[in-house]
Every structure is written in C-alpha cells, then in structure tokens.
C-alpha cells in the first residue's frame, strides 16, 4: 500500500517511523510518504490561509497549494491506483471505525490531506472528485486542532491490517470491535497479585470452558461499556451457549435483534 499525508506540520508524523507502522515501512510492505503543504505553495511568504468569505472566527486554508499538493502524489501514485481515496479528517465527516479500517486496508493508494484552522476551501473537494475517491472522515464527536493526530490513529488501525504487518494474524481476530463486541479482559502472570486472583476458570486447562467465559465477558463488557453496539448486534445465528450467557445479561433474542427483557413489545 502506498500512503501520502499532505501537512503543513510534516514533522507530527514522526511517530509513524516506529513500532509495527516503522518496522512495516523498513520491509517494504507500506511505502508512506509526507509532504509539506508550503512546498507547494507560490508566494515568498508561502501562505496556506486566508479569512473566510462571508466572516466569522478563524482562518481558512487556500485551495490552490491544496490542489497543487495533490495532483502531485495522485501523479505520483498513478498506474499503480486507478483512483486514490482522497481521506480528509474533519470532525464534520463520516466515523472512522474497524469496518472503515478494514475497507481502507484493501486499498493501493491513500492519501491524507490535513487541514488546520477552520478547514479547507470546500471547492478543493469538489474538485478532488475529478482524481481521487474523496471521504471526510471523523475519530469522533470532539475537536482536534488539526488532522495530523486523527491520522497517526488511522494509518495505525489501517496499517496493522496489512498482510504481515501484525506478526500473528490471530491477534486480529480475537480484538475489540473485530466481532462487534468489545474484548474480555486478559490476565498474565503472577496468578495471585497483591492479593488479587486470575478468575479460576483461566487456570483449569478446559479450552471449551475458557471460551465460553471470554464469550460471556465479551458480552457482559459491551452490556456495561457500549450498549450501543449491542443494539445493533447481529444475534441471528448465535449458538444457545451465547444467548444463555446473552439472558443472564437481561437480553433477549428477536427477530435477529437483542432486546433488553424491560423493552416494552411494540
Ligand atoms: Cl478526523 N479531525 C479533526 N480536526 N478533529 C477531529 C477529528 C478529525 N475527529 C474528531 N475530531
């Protein structure tokens, strides 16, 4: 996968030279590049802002070192991606979630264009359509000053979903979010510590037993943590020892759906 992050701050993307996300880009698997925004501006101030048309608070960034900047890594990327996705982090955009990640995995180019001030001249994603697939993509409800850290996040979720960007693949699987459920809790050694024990069925050597406690912590977690993500949980084809740990939550299966056993029948 090829990715180009666009900045007017290039170094805040420094921590993307360590860990799995360096060590996949030492091995060849992710070629990442990030440019400066004011590399392709024009004037000798090299100026990326401007004040916002119609007033109001805050600057606006130019669109002509934008359009600059990325017709220049989609010429890059060319023949390799038909048409890049164009991910501009906004908390004005769609969620970034595990499935988006998974989404963007399979993809040859992206490229990350990072705004700062109150944003980018809207017309810079109109015309973007012409060259790439464009998504403005949010972490969630809250404001950042910029896009770069919504971008190390990103390109983290995404990286490690590259082949052989995570050692064991399994360690995928088993996740937070990967089955739309939240993860059960880990314990390592010592199995007594301050006091405090691992819960014995960890310790019986009874791998059917085992699953079914991280099943039902999984469960129990999400319940307590999340009950949003239960809500629109597929229960269609659960195995009986699911919907028993799923009953003793409070939660019944209908129609495919949980419902929790206060809910009035419609
Ligand atoms: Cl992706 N960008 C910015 N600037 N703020 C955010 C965000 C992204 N997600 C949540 N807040």
């Not at 989609?74 to 023949?79: L, S, Y």
């Not at 998504?135 to 971008?151: H, I």
């Not at 995570?166 to 939240?182: I, M, Q, R, W």
Request: hydrophobic share 40%; proline share 6%; aromatic share 8%.
């Amino acid at each position: 996968m090829r990715i180009d992050v666009v900045s007017i701050f290039p170094e805040y993307l420094a921590p993307l030279e360590l860990s799995l996300i360096g060590k996949a880009r030492q091995d060849g698997l992710l070629h990442l590049n990030v440019h400066d925004l004011r590399d392709f501006t024009t004037d000798k101030h090299r100026s990326v802002d401007d004040t916002p048309y119609g007033g109001g608070a805050g600057m606006v960034m130019k669109a002509e070192p934008w359009a600059q900047a990325l017709a220049s890594v989609a010429a890059a990327g060319e023949g390799k991606a038909a048409r890049p996705v164009l991910i501009v982090p906004s908390p004005a955009g769609e969620r970034f979630s595990q499935a988006l990640a998974y989404e963007l995995a399979e993809e040859e180019q992206l490229v990350f264009a990072c705004g700062r001030y109150e944003g980018i001249d809207e017309r810079v994603l109109e015309w973007a359509e012409e060259h790439f697939s464009v998504r403005p993509v949010s972490l969630g409800d809250y404001v950042l000053n910029g896009g770069e850290v919504a971008v190390l996040a990103m390109v983290e979720a995404i990286g490690r979903l590259l082949p052989g960007v995570v050692g064991n693949p399994d360690s995928l699987v088993e996740e937070s979010h990967s089955d739309g459920l939240l993860e059960y809790p880990v314990y390592t050694k010592p199995s007594v510590w301050r006091g405090r024990e691992v819960p014995p069925v960890l310790l019986s050597g009874n791998h059917g037993k085992i699953a079914q406690w991280r099943r039902h912590e999984q469960f129990r977690r999400t319940a307590e943590r999340r009950p949003d993500l239960l809500e629109t949980f597929d229960a269609g084809k659960l195995p009986r020892a699911d919907r028993t740990a799923l009953a003793e939550l409070g939660y019944d299966v209908v129609d495919g759906q949980l419902r929790t056993r206060t809910d009035a029948p419609d």
